[in-house]
């Protein structure tokens, strides 16, 4: 009975977390593809001189976007962190399995997102990982051996790929 309820626990978890995964994804989005239209206007406006109305909406649609930035990511301006948890995210959806079943050695679970950072060139500490996965719903639990991610393992493809055997990820079955 209590294996079920936790294994509920971590569906619902998992659930939430790639429902926030989702609605970041979208917002993302949604202001990327904001920030090119106000990049079109700015590039027309700049093919001759605007008016001082032209000027000031598209200053306002700015400042809108840049207050819209800074309200989801916490900072100012075009927000690192916002980017640090879209390289994070991206992670998870090229290289992991997300469900209740699933659970990575943070250890093993970072080794994979560094080389995976070196294919992409760039870079994270472990800390800031670990905390952007706590942002996105993740939780992390300490079992026999060390810490252990639930709610996500690196696919079967990348841990062939790495040339391993086994780096810590388990499926509870």
Known sequence: ???Q???SELDQETFWAML?????REVR?????????LVETFNLLSTRVPSEEELAVS???LEDMSRALNAISGSGGLSDRLADEGLVTSFISDVCEIGGKFRSRSGGLFWFFERWCKEQQTSMKQADFSAILRRLGYRKRRYSGGWWWLGLQVRADWVIRSGLGDVGGHTDE
């Open 1 to 3: 009975m209590k294996n």
């Open 5 to 7: 309820k936790m294994l």
């Open 20 to 24: 926030r995964v989702a609605i970041r």
């Open 29 to 37: 989005e949604a202001v990327a593809d904001e920030m090119s239209r």
């Open 59 to 61: 200053l306002a649609k």
